[in-house]
Each structure stands twice: as C-alpha cells, then as structure tokens.
C-alpha cells in the first residue's frame, strides 16, 4: 500500500491527540478519512475540515466502539461512501487515573470499563473491517495504538497497562489469522505531550513527568501526537511483509527500564 491515494481510512478517535494527527496525516497523503468520535463532535468536525483542505473526501461518524453495533455502522458508513476499506487504525481508548499503589482505587467496573474500549473495542472494530479488507486486491492494514503502559506495567492505572497489554498479545493473535490479505501492527506509545495527558495528571504532574521522561530517553525527547502518527504512517505504508510487530515511540526511555527502575 506505498500510494494511499484514493484510499479509504477509518482512524478511530480522531477527533483530538494522536487520531486526529494520525487523519491529518492521511490525508495529505490523498487518503479519504473517516473521523470518529465518541463525544467531541467539535473537534471532529474541525479535523475534518483540515482535511477536506487536502482535497480528499471526509465523514465523520459519531460511535462508542465498546458498541459492537456502532463498529459495524462505522465500517458500513466507509464501505456505503466508497466501496473499499484499506485502513484502520484503533486509536480510541480511555482510563482511569490511579496510583499504581492504591488497589482500592480501582473496582471490577473500571477494568470492564476500560477494557471495553481498548480491548474489545479494537477487537469489534477489526471485526467489522474484515470481511471488506479481504474481498480487496490489496489486502487491507491495521494499526492498533496501545502504549509503553503494555511492556512495562506503567501508566495511568494498572487497568491501563493490562489493557493495553492484552491489545498488544491481541495484535499477535490476530496477524496470524487475518494473513495473507491483512496486515496487523501495534505502535506503543510512551510519554505523549498534550491535553490528554495534562487533563488526566494535573499541570503540575504533567510538567513533572515530562521532564522525568525527557531526561530518561537517550533522545531527550517525548513523544508528540505528530511523532506517533509517523510510526502508525510506517506500518501502513512501509514494508510490506510486516505483520505481528510493535514499535516503541518512547525516544528509547525504555532502554533504561529494568525490572527495578520501572516507574
């Protein structure tokens, strides 16, 4: 799939941070996009008139992807519009925020929570793009975003990280199952810069675990939602025979994380 002119993009959560960077990547590359949203119509619909200014066609398609029935509409909206799906990126995901050290801070409906966004969500929604990826020519490519919280039992919550864990040992599953015609690869996040992250820790911890990350990575840097939508662009469009793998977008903080170190 090295030219994505013409074709046909589901990126879900696109309305805001790594999805929306992800739509706006796509299509200046020529890609048509489907931007999905969960409750940021707004911001949808303004990710979506920064594409259109790309001459590509757009929709924007309102659904929670812990609905099956709301993945299958979203994939039917695709095919209805343009006939063909040749991408889908699963980017939509919650959490809660809690110390890793306060059990008592998470309850059996917080993981059922997130897992069903994260987990099951990505799962329906590859369901529902299946069947079309490998009626086409070309096959299809799906991108799962999970993060660093997978591989190192970081995060948010420790629901996070087994969430993101599970998408990540699901990605594997499905790259076995879905070959020849479809590609499946997970990119793994580490600190991402932006209002999510900001929202969720508080200014001053953000500013505080931005500065601890940067000077953990090898790099000096973190991640931007620009710099994961470059890795998600490589599985789509880079080699071909890749399947089953991840990529970590850390600037090589993880390098330094040893069982005893992983904070």
């Given at each position: ?10 990126v ?34 303004s990710i979506a ?9 757009t929709?924007v398609v309102k659904?929670?992807?812990?609905n ?8 039917a ?15 939509a ?5 809690v110390?890793?050290a ?23 929604m ?16 799906i ?7 997978a ?15 599970a ?5 594997l ?5 879905l ?41 000096g ?13 490589y ?5 071909q025979?890749?399947?089953g ?19």
């Amino acid at each position: 799939m090295k030219d994505l002119k013409s074709k046909v993009a589901i990126v879900t959560g696109s309305s805001s941070g790594v999805g929306a960077a992800t739509a706006r990547l796509l299509a200046s590359l020529g890609c048509h996009v489907v931007i999905n949203y969960n409750s940021n119509s707004s911001g949808a619909e303004s990710i979506a008139l920064e594409c259109v200014k790309e001459e590509v066609e757009t929709l924007v398609v309102k659904a929670n992807v812990a609905n099956d029935d709301d993945c299958r509409a979203l994939a039917a909206a695709a095919i209805d519009k343009w006939g063909r799906i040749d991408v889908l990126v699963n980017n939509a995901g919650t959490t809660k925020f809690v110390d890793h050290a306060n059990l008592d801070g998470l309850d059996a409906e917080d993981f059922q929570h997130i897992y069903g966004v994260n987990v099951i969500g990505c799962y329906q929604m590859v369901r529902a793009v299946a069947e079309q990826m490998k009626k086409q020519e070309e096959g299809g490519a799906i991108v799962n975003v999970a993060s660093i919280a997978a591989v190192a039992g970081v995060g948010s919550s420790i629901a996070y990280a087994a969430s993101k864990g599970a998408m990540v040992t699901m990605t594997l599953s499905l790259a076995r199952v879905l070959g020849p015609e479809i590609r499946v690869n997970v990119v793994c996040p580490g600190f991402i810069e932006g209002e999510w992250l900001k929202e969720g820790l508080g200014e001053q911890n953000y500013e505080r675990a931005r500065e601890a990350a940067r000077k953990g990575a090898p790099l000096g840097v973190t991640a931007t939602a620009g710099t994961v939508a470059d890795a998600i662009l490589y599985f789509i469009n880079g080699p071909q025979a890749v399947t089953g793998e991840s990529i970590i977008v850390d600037g090589g903080r993880h390098l330094g994380m040893t069982p005893l170190t992983r904070r």
